[in-house]
Nanobody
Framework: QVRLVESGGGLVLAGGSLRLSCAAS????????MGWYRQGPEKQRESVAT???????NYVDSVKGRFTISRDNAKNTVYLQMKSLKPEDTAVYYC???????????WGKGTLVTVSS
């Protein structure tokens, strides 16, 4: 059974930092791409960052240079280090695993990040 559990969200002042964690279980974590998505108030869910099994990363333009995605295969955990946070980063952040070759997505329950100005 695939399970993704996010943690690390909270309230932070603009310019501050947070690190999100996603503990994964129930699938071959180290061989698969993992992603972080977010959904802000009255916005559609968007991809924030992805990291593949080789450690190659991709970011949405709005977070480049501020966010870093990483993974610890020994702990089956993917991280999102967020710096220089802005009020527009306020959102529920979700961990994602897409089953390769299918349309199947797994999501965690999300963790709320609120950036106050």
């Amino acid at each position: 059974q695939v399970r993704l559990v996010e943690s690390g969200g909270g309230l932070v002042l603009a310019g501050g930092s947070l690190r999100l964690s996603c503990a994964a279980s129930g699938f071959n974590y180290r061989s698969n791409t993992m992603g972080w998505y977010r959904q802000g108030p009255e916005k559609q869910r968007e991809s924030v960052a992805t990291i593949n099994s080789s450690g190659n990363t991709n970011y949405v333009d709005s977070v480049k240079g501020r966010f870093t995605i990483s993974r610890d295969n020994a702990k089956n955990t993917v991280y999102l280090q967020m710096k220089s946070l802005k009020p527009e980063d306020t959102a529920v952040y979700y961990c994602n695993y897409k089953v390769p070759g299918t349309l199947v997505d797994y999501w965690g329950k999300g963790t709320l990040v609120t950036v106050s100005s």
